[in-house]
């Protein structure tokens, strides 16, 4: 489930679960690799104790979704 969440608010996931939807992947296959994102990326912030700081943008995909984010801005 938090895999899904962070689809929709991490926008390092948002953009990597759009390149696999864009090359055809199926739904399963892209949440799981959401989910990867998510953990590797939770494990590297408590690890090294420092914020998280989103690397990609993508605000093309918050205005197709009707989101606005201030790291986008």
């Not at 590797?40 to 197709?64: E, I």
Request: aromatic share 10%.
């Amino acid at each position: 489930m938090a895999a899904v969440v962070s689809l929709r608010y991490n926008p390092d996931v948002a953009a990597q679960y759009q390149r696999l939807t864009e090359r055809d992947k199926s739904a399963m296959r892209t949440i799981g690799a959401a989910m990867r994102k998510f953990l590797h990326t939770a494990s590297g912030v408590l690890k090294h104790h420092t914020p998280y700081q989103p690397q990609a943008a993508c605000p093309s995909l918050w205005v197709a979704w009707g989101k606005t984010a201030s790291w986008a801005a």
